[in-house]
């Protein structure tokens, strides 16, 4: 016995050392692969400087930056500060212009958002949302499944889509387990039934991820790449009319986000939930049970949604376009969506977390222990600065784009597929975008491809719209593979979905929201927003750009 259990712990040590070096040579390769990528990429591009024009000094900006980003040899956020040196020793823009971009008002309208939901994480509002909604689904698997893809398509348009991923997923592998634990009562089930119990429980959890990127396109807000857009939009159109705004974004995104959900649920269902068990009460009562076990709803909690609520008022009645808004008090310019954003952020960094009572205040132990409802110690553990940076290289990218000439360059490069029927351009620039978002953040994607479609639809005559929204909104279609986007990268985590599932199906609930975003870009988009005529304000920024 001693000799054999002598001899299996050398075969043990034997297989950690070979996987210990195999682990060593694989993170020499990566860091030999960087170095590579690092130093040769503006060794490979640097002939551009010595052509003519700031568009090629800028070209040669764009260049290393996309590398960088798509190789991700240093961390997302680190490439994205790189404009502030590349952009003025090159000549692109003097270092204060480029750092100005870095921290504009779309920026803060991200961080207002951002604190908003960091609150509703705080106070544990979200689980109480997403219980209080599961619990009235039924016990049908695909209607189980429905009211996890609504719930959470629901929370990732106002928080961030990787919490409420990350928030659902446990959720999720409860309502599985019940599932399969009833399904194991039943002997009668033979293996069709126990293939049935695992593509369910596949089904199942890929729709929390998928409904989380969908989700994030319904308000200006809930993704990146959206306010990306509407930071360009600025950068690239200085006179650009309020035309586009957080309602108008909403009413015109949010239609589409239901209708693409509807179809990547129904997509699901055909694909994992045609063997499924059949309903089981169980999981209605397990929903239920949870639901009934959190506690009363706290003062807190009440709090938040208060400051939710008023935050909402406040940007639909700026400007809601059916009558005016309280934002013509104000000076053009004077009060925006960012505005809003940072008065509730404010409110949630004064008001209490416990219901205030005067007689508790007196000693000032006290009073230290009272809490508010959103706190600078949540803010450094969860607050996603890296995004805030990585959202201002994005707008730093496109200021140098615009007054270098290198968005005028491209769109006339282009010009020869300008006179393609819209449609045709719609699909070609989105389907460029799903590919190279299913390898890089949407933010990364639409901070490339944003100024360069907009210079296409400018110089084909179309409205900007036309081409910036649909590019934008198939920046958050990153279906098929797990490093996509992190909600994709967390439902892989849970080990209940193979990438040989992700990337089938994520392949081809691609294709049908891309098809479905072109017919609604063509039909009921124009109900929402002017689409139809060329904007005066696009004319205005052509023929600048020409002279």
């Known amino acids: 016995m001693l000799e054999s259990s002598s001899s299996t712990n050398f075969v043990q040590h034997f297989v950690s050392r070979e996987v210990s070096n195999k682990e060593r040579l694989l993170c020499l390769f990566r ?5 590579l990528v690092l130093v040769l990429t503006p060794l490979f591009f640097g002939q551009m400087l010595n052509w003519e024009g700031p ?77 209080s909604v599961l619990r ?16 959470t398509a629901l929370l990732s348009s106002f928080i961030s889509n990787t919490a409420t991923t990350a928030m659902m997923v446990p959720i999720g592998q409860s309502v599985v387990q019940q599932l399969i634990s009833s399904f194991q009562h ?13 593509k369910m429980a596949t089904g199942l959890v890929l729709s929390i991820c998928f409904a989380a990127n969908i989700g994030g396109t319904g308000t200006a807000t809930g993704t990146p790449s959206n306010l990306v857009m509407l930071g360009q939009l600025n950068a690239l159109f ?47 009562e397990m929903l239920k049970t949870r639901y009934n076990e959190l506690p009363r709803m706290t003062y807190a909690e009440k709090s938040v ?32 969506d960012a505005t809003s954003a940072m008065i509730v952020a404010f409110l949630l960094f004064i008001l209490p977390s416990e219901k205030p009572d005067l007689a508790t205040y007196i000693k000032k132990e006290d009073l230290k222990k009272k ?23 994005g707008f730093a990218l496109a200021a140098g784009v615009k007054e270098s000439g290198l968005s005028l360059l491209i769109g006339n490069s282009l010009s020869s597929i300008g006179h393609l029927p819209l449609w045709i351009l719609q699909l070609l620039t ?79 609930i691609s294709m049908e929201l891309l098809v479905l975003t072109i017919l609604y870009m063509n039909s009921i988009a124009y109900l929402t927003l002017p689409l139809l005529e060329f904007p005066s304000w696009a004319v205005i920024a052509n023929s600048t750009m020409q002279t």
């Open 31 to 35: 860091r030999l692969r960087n170095g």
């Open 186 to 198: 039943h002997p009668t089930n033979g293996e069709r039934g126990r293939l049935g119990c695992k």
């Open 238 to 284: 200085p006179k650009v009319d309020g035309s586009l705004n957080y309602v108008t974004w909403i009413f015109f995104a949010y239609p589409l986000m239901l209708l693409c959900l509807g179809v990547a649920w129904a997509t699901l269902v055909w694909f994992f939930l045609r063997d499924a068990p059949e309903k089981d009460e169980a999981v209605t």
């Open 371 to 393: 809490g508010c409802l959103m706190d600078w110690k949540t803010m450094q553990e969860t607050f996603p600065w890296s995004v805030v940076l990585l959202l201002g290289g």
């Open 305 to 336: 949604f208060v400051c939710f609520c008023i935050l909402l008022s406040l940007w639909i009645f700026r400007n809601p376009g059916i009558v005016p808004g309280f934002g013509v008090f104000f000076k053009k310019g004077a009060y925006t």
């Open 136 to 151: 009235c689904v039924g016990s049908e698997p695909k209607w189980i499944m429905l009211g996890f893809m609504t719930v």
């Open 55 to 131: 568009e090629w000094k800028c070209a040669y900006c764009v260049c290393i930056i996309a590398i960088y980003w798509m190789s991700e040899v240093m961390p997302l956020a680190v490439t994205a500060m790189l404009p502030v040196v590349l952009f003025p020793l090159v000549g692109v823009l003097d270092a204060n212009t480029t750092a100005k971009e870095y921290m504009n008002d779309t920026n803060f309208l991200f961080i207002g958002g951002l604190i908003m939901a960091a609150a509703v994480e705080k106070c544990d509002l979200h689980e109480r949302v997403a219980l």
């Open 430 to 508: 989105m389907f460029i975008a799903m590919i190279i978002t299913n390898i890089c953040s949407n933010t990364v994607t639409a901070s490339i491809f944003v100024p360069i479609v907009a210079t296409l639809a400018q110089k084909a005559g179309h409205h900007p719209f036309t081409l910036m929204l649909p590019t934008t909104l198939a920046s958050s279609f990153a279906f098929i593979f797990p490093v996509g986007t992190p909600p994709n990268a967390i439902v892989f985590g849970s080990g209940m979905v193979k990438v040989s599932d992700m990337a089938f199906v994520g392949g081809i």
